[in-house]
C-alpha cells in the first residue's frame, strides 16, 4: 500500500517561491513521460485500476517502469492505492507505446496480474490512452523526502506537492505550517494526476 500526503499549489509563482525556500535541500530533478494503458472496453478503470509505464529520461539513466495501481482513495489530501511496479526494457516499452499489442507479450509480473486479476489477455488487446510529462524536484526536508511536481497536461499545468510516509496526517500537518510560515497558498488534491488527465481540465482549487 503507497500512503502519500498531495497538496496542490495554484499557480507556477507558488511553485517557483516553494521551490527556492528548498533549494537547499535539492538532491535530484526527474523528468518523467508517463503513458497509461486501458482495454477498448475500459476493463482496468471500471475496476478502478491504472496501468502506467513511465519513461524517465536523465542525463545519467534512462529507464522506463511499468506500475499498476488499484482501489485509490484520496481523501483530505491523503492518497492511498495499491502499487505493483517493476523495470522495464527501456528500449521494448518504447515500441509498447507505439504498438501497445506488444505489451502483453513481456515477460513481467506486473504485466502478469494484469491478465490473471483483470482477465485482460492478448486475445483483448490494450489501446494507449496517451499521457503527459512531470517534471519533478526531490528534496531531503526535514526527515522526508519532498517531491515537488510540475505536470504538463495538454490543456494546461497543474502544481503539486507529494510525500510518501506512513505516518501522513503528521507529516501533512508539518507541510502546511511550513506553507503558511512562508504565505504560499495551497489546498488538498482531491483528484489523482491520472483523474485529472482523464477529466480534460485542470482542477479548480478553494486555497488555504
Not at 516499452?93 to 499489442?101: I, K, L, N, Q, T
Request: proline share 2%; hydrophobic share 35%; charged share 30%.
Amino acid at each position: 500500500m503507497e500512503v502519500e500526503v498531495k497538496l496542490r499549489l495554484p499557480d507556477a509563482a507558488a511553485h517557483r517561491r516553494l521551490t527556492t525556500l528548498l533549494s537547499s535541500f535539492h538532491i535530484k530533478t526527474l523528468h518523467q513521460r508517463n503513458f497509461f494503458f486501458d482495454t477498448s472496453q475500459s476493463d482496468l478503470s471500471s475496476r478502478r485500476a491504472v496501468l502506467r509505464l513511465r519513461f524517465l529520461e536523465n542525463d545519467a539513466v534512462s529507464r522506463c517502469i511499468v506500475s499498476l495501481k488499484s482501489k485509490p482513495t484520496l481523501v483530505n489530501g491523503i492518497s492511498r492505492v495499491e502499487e505493483n511496479e517493476e523495470d522495464l526494457d527501456f528500449s521494448v516499452a518504447r515500441e509498447c507505446v507505439d504498438d501497445p499489442s506488444k505489451l502483453l507479450s513481456i515477460e513481467s509480473r506486473v504485466l502478469k496480474r494484469v491478465g490473471e486479476e483483470f482477465g485482460v489477455g492478448a486475445e483483448v488487446g490494450l489501446a494507449c490512452l496517451g499521457g503527459f510529462e512531470n517534471l519533478r524536484e526531490v528534496y531531503e526536508w526535514n526527515g522526508v523526502k519532498l517531491e515537488v511536481d510540475e505536470t504538463r497536461y495538454a490543456f494546461g499545468t497543474c502544481y503539486e506537492i507529494e510525500c510518501e510516509n506512513e505516518d501522513p496526517e503528521r507529516i501533512k500537518k508539518m507541510i502546511e505550517e511550513f506553507l503558511r510560515e512562508n504565505e504560499i497558498g495551497f489546498s488538498d488534491s482531491e483528484m489523482t494526476k491520472f483523474a485529472v488527465f482523464r477529466s480534460g481540465k485542470l482542477p479548480q482549487q478553494v486555497i488555504s
